[in-house]
């Protein structure tokens, strides 16, 4: 949707300017291009050390892919879960410690890709289930532990959409720049004639014009994009917290996965019986 949202925006702009009666090759100011857009990158980099520009960079090439928890993603991560604690209570917890050591060589773990390409979320679990296997922590501090480690990924991960949208929200006073700068060279060409000032005037509110749409068409659009998509992959491992809680608790594998089950976002929610459907090909 994002692509297909861009898509539209250029076609009814380009297709309003044209119908209108206007030539393309007017909005054609490379100097313009390279006041805005250089400026807006210089005050990125100014902003953000490298290892959140990565993340900017990975959050826009995924935010054209969608979330990654999607449906399929999560009724994964229920049969990983149920059986997990169906192992650990038939062969007793210490069992789980093969698993969670080194999680990429586990039988149980290494069949789901999906999991396995989530890092936060493998050490997630295995950190939790290293501590369930210690003794001796009750599970409200369990509860609070695994909040804890939510929080800090949840402040970092918002970091990049909220430097987009940042950039995004300048962009308007960087086109205004790139105008004021357009009506200084007009200034100097006064003496040209009235097609040279034209020119000039035209090249300058060019420079308003890219600086507005890029904030409000685009970048701003595109950050509101990657909070989506961070949202919505923050319910996975509130998925994976409420089964891990129910089974430090005492609860069946079935049960525990059931509240798993029930945080996720209803868009996203296998019923009831794709679960126990997913289950019984697990056994």
Same mark, same amino acid.
């Given at each position: ?38 400026? @807006? ?27 990654? @928890? ?172 409420? @089964? ?40």
């Amino acid at each position: 949707m994002v692509i297909v949202g861009a898509i539209i925006v250029f076609v009814s702009l380009l297709g309003g300017f044209l119908w209108g009666g206007g030539n393309l090759i007017t909005l054609i100011q490379p100097s313009e291009f390279l006041v805005i857009g250089g400026a @807006a990158v210089g005050s990125l980099l100014i902003a953000n050390p490298i290892s959140i520009l990565k993340k900017i960079l990975n959050g826009i090439i995924g935010s054209l892919k969608g979330p990654k @928890a999607n449906k399929q993603a999560y009724i994964e991560v229920l049969k990983l879960l149920y059986e997990l604690f169906q192992f650990a209570k038939r062969e007793g917890l210490i069992a789980l410690e093969q698993h969670i050591e080194k999680p990429e060589s586990s039988p149980i773990l290494s069949k789901y890709a999906t999991f396995l390409n989530n890092p936060h979320g493998v050490e997630f679990l295995c950190d939790t289930l290293k501590v369930v296997l210690s003794g001796g922590v009750p599970a409200h501090d369990l509860e609070e532990l695994m909040d804890l480690d939510l929080e800090a990924h949840h402040e970092e991960d918002a970091i990049p959409a909220a430097s987009l949208s940042i950039m995004g929200d300048a962009f308007p006073g960087l086109g205004i720049v790139a105008a004021v700068l357009g009506i200084i060279i007009t200034m100097g060409s006064i003496g040209a004639g009235a097609e040279a000032v034209g020119h000039h005037v035209a090249s300058a509110l060019v420079g308003t014009f890219l600086g507005v749409l890029l904030s409000y068409g685009f970048v701003g659009p595109l950050a509101r994009a990657m909070d989506f998509n961070r949202t919505k992959d923050a319910r996975y491992m509130q998925c994976i917290k409420a @089964a891990l809680l129910s089974f430090a608790k005492g609860a069946p594998a079935s049960v525990a996965i059931e509240y798993g089950r029930r945080t996720i976002d209803p868009d996203s929610r296998p019923t009831f019986k794709e679960t126990e459907d997913a289950i019984k090909g697990s056994r």
